[in-house]
């Protein structure tokens, strides 16, 4: 096995992530996920490690920038010295509200509502976080534009899903490229228009 760094441990991390969600989603119990989370963290300490021997930061410093973002992006939770408010807002909205413009201040730099969405996404997830996003903004026909008619259960929709994918790889179609193809003109529809001339 060849020096670790960075890239190479990237599959690694994605690997453990998807084990703790499938641990979760099939109830796999105390002990399993208490495991496979130490997997995880196992992950960010190395990449801590190979970052603290090149002397960029140290997983201490990780920790660190960790409390002050939990601080800094839920005032509606945290005082600035990092005690708790002595009350919380109302609702979910009002949080996600006050989550949404602190994250703004943070990254002026992120100009459009769907900035910042990772690419390396699988489709579905980040069909289902630019369909968020837009709600969010008010992007009101973007999402209902594109829905069709479901079925009433996730595991009704998951047999959808899986026929789908079944039925573009029988007619030679890559079903994850489709959809990414779909998300590019979606995004190209609904993100920022050139300025008027």
């Known amino acids: 096995?060849?020096?670790l760094t960075h890239e190479s441990l990237v599959e690694y991390l994605l690997e453990e992530a998807y084990?703790?969600?499938e641990t979760i989603e099939t109830g796999g119990g105390d002990a399993e996920?208490?495991?496979?989370?130490?997997?995880?963290l196992l992950q960010v300490v190395l990449h801590a490690r190979l970052a603290e021997e090149r002397g960029a930061f140290d997983l201490n410093e990780v920790a660190r920038g960790l409390t002050a973002k939990m601080i800094r992006r839920n005032p509606h939770v945290f005082k600035p010295d990092g005690s708790l408010q002595e009350s919380f807002p109302a609702?979910?909205?009002?949080?996600?509200?006050?989550?949404e413009a602190v994250k703004k201040a943070e990254k002026p730099e992120r100009g459009h509502v769907f900035?910042?969405?990772p690419a390396a996404l699988p489709a579905l997830a980040r069909a289902q976080k630019l369909l968020d996003r837009a709600e969010r903004a008010a992007l009101?026909?973007?999402?209902?534009?594109?829905?069709?008619?479901?079925?009433a259960t996730e595991e009704e929709l998951g047999d959808l899903l899986f026929g789908i994918v079944a039925g573009a790889r029988a007619g030679g179609l890559d079903a994850e490229r489709a959809l990414r193809g779909a998300l590019r003109r979606f995004q190209d529809s609904h993100g920022p228009r050139p300025p008027a001339q």
Do not use: F, H, Y
């Open 33 to 40: 996920l208490k495991s496979e989370l130490g997997d995880v």
């Open 140 to 151: 009101a026909r973007a999402a209902s534009e594109t829905a069709v008619e479901l079925p």
């Open 91 to 99: 609702t979910v909205e009002d949080i996600v509200l006050t989550w």
């Open 19 to 21: 084990e703790v969600a």
């Open 1 to 3: 096995m060849g020096a």
């Open 115 to 117: 900035d910042g969405v």
